[in-house]
Nanobody
Framework: EVQLVVSGGGSVQAGGSLRLSCTAS?????????MGWFRQPPGKEREAVAS????????NVADSVRGRFTISQDKTKKIVYLQMNGLKPEDTAMYYC?????????????????WGQGTQVTVSS
């Protein structure tokens, strides 16, 4: 059984930083494995934030967070991180971790069959 456990959310002021962690079990960080971070602002649809291809660490990052957010992985511990710097009020959302294999479109939620519980990130101005 695949489980993704998310931690690290919280409340910060604009300009602050947070680091989210997603610890995977029952999922192999191997060829074809992709891990992604998504978020869902209040009253809006879920949107892609970033993804990482486990085999070589290559990443995709949404334009809205590029230069501020960084996705990384610790394959040994099976943890994927989302370092969020320069947070803005518009980054306020529930953040989710997702995992999939041979993901075609990294920003398309249905490509990921496994999801962790959300963690709330609230940024105040």
């Amino acid at each position: 059984e695949v489980q993704l456990v998310v931690s690290g959310g919280g409340s910060v002021q604009a300009g602050g930083s947070l680091r989210l962690s997603c610890t995977a079990s029952g999922f192999t960080f191997d060829v074809g494995s992709d891990m992604g971070w998504f978020r869902q602002p209040p009253g809006k649809e879920r949107e892609a934030v970033a993804s990482i291809y486990s085999r070589d660490g290559s990443t995709n990052v949404a334009d809205s967070v590029r230069g501020r957010f960084t996705i990384s992985q610790d394959k040994t511990k099976k943890i994927v991180y989302l370092q969020m710097n320069g947070l803005k009020p518009e980054d306020t959302a529930m953040y989710y971790c997702a995992a999939g294999s041979f993901v075609g479109s990294w920003s398309h939620p249905p490509e990921y069959p496994y999801w962790g519980q959300g963690t709330q990130v609230t940024v105040s101005s």
